[in-house]
């Protein structure tokens, strides 16, 4: 062999060593799964639920890196931009991989070009909820009051570009209810609000509204999943009053750097589907109001693709604008 290509042939198995390394005795190390919000919200809670698995059937750490920003962007970022060895993970969700594309115009990765989808995690469907006092007691009574009062009735949201904002702009695209946005600075103000009467309606994830609802402080329209909710299993979904194939549930799920070997993936794909599955994930999930959605890597990904198009005509019409 020649010099010259025996130091080519070196360099290069100096440089896939890692990597080869990597597939072979995955995970060797930590793994740091990125949340990109502060501690304590559903994206956290699942994520330290996943890391917790990962770390009992494996032997390894899973730490938690709480990376806030620009409504999820600047973690999301980061892991993009990690090196692709299946060792940095992002547990995204519905805003990071497919509202941002269209609520921030210079957004620094691409949800489908930056990451190879690994889980799609869960899903957590929101409720239609209203004051008391509104005279509406099913979709049907509420959209025929708004269309009769434009503009009369307002609804709140943990702020601009949240989910609740986008699930009832979606609720007003299909429904052609009119309905005024009032943005808050998270959930729990608007749903104090709500109770007080200061706004009527609030459309937003069922863990933050299932007490009130069975305390009677707050009256429940419909539910947005495809099926209805276990802790409310006489409310309809929105589908079933009328507006076919309605659908406006929030999601999380696990991606990884573009680049990130197959290998990998399946392996994150098969325990995190397995874990899914376990008594005590499923208790946590139950508490967060989230149902379990294990699947394949592909239909995650589809799942990003169809949401980054469905959502975009709602923001555009919404006149969504980031906070």
Do not use: C
Not at 28 to 44: E, K, L, M, Q, Y
Not at 179 to 189: D, E, Q
Not at 310 to 323: N, Y
């Amino acid at each position: 062999m020649k010099p010259f290509t025996a130091k080519l042939l070196i360099a290069a198995t100096a440089l896939t060593a890692p990597l080869i390394h990597a597939q072979t005795a995955y995970p060797a190390r930590p793994i740091h799964i990125v949340v990109p919000f502060t501690p304590g919200g559903s994206t956290d809670i699942l994520a330290r639920s996943i890391g917790l698995e990962l770390t009992k059937a494996w032997g390894q750490p899973v730490i938690i890196d709480n990376i806030p920003g620009a409504g999820g962007s600047v973690g999301a970022d980061k892991v993009a931009k990690a090196l692709p060895d299946g060792y940095t993970l992002l547990m995204g969700h519905i805003g990071t991989l497919a509202v941002n594309p269209s609520l921030y115009p210079a957004l620094p990765y691409d949800p489908v070009k930056s990451f190879a989808p690994v889980a799609w995690v869960a899903r957590v469907p929101n409720v239609l909820v209203v004051n008391p006092q509104v005279k509406a007691s099913s979709v049907k009574e509420l959209v025929a009051l708004a269309k009769a009062h434009p503009g009369q009735l307002n609804y709140g949201s943990g702020g601009n570009g949240s989910a609740a904002n986008l699930a009832t702009e979606y609720f007003k695209l299909q429904t052609g209810a009119s309905i005024v946005h009032i943005p808050y600075r998270g959930t729990a103000p608007a749903v104090t609000d709500l109770m007080g009467g200061q706004i009527q309606v609030l459309f937003t994830g069922a863990p933050a509204v299932l007490g009130q609802i069975k305390n009677g402080q707050l009256r429940a329209l419909a539910v947005s999943s495809p099926q209805r909710l276990a802790a409310l299993p006489d409310l309809p979904t929105v589908a079933e009053t009328g507006y076919k194939d309605f659908e406006a549930d929030q999601w999380y799920g696990v991606v990884a750097p573009a680049g990130t070997p197959r290998e990998i993936v399946a392996k994150l794909n098969a325990q995190i589907n397995q874990s899914l599955g376990s008594p005590e994930l499923k208790t946590r999930l139950t508490s967060e109001g989230a149902i379990a959605t294990p699947t394949t890597p592909e239909a995650f990904g589809q799942l990003i693709a169809r949401e980054i198009a469905r959502w975009k005509p709602v923001i555009q019409s919404g006149r969504v604008k980031a906070d």
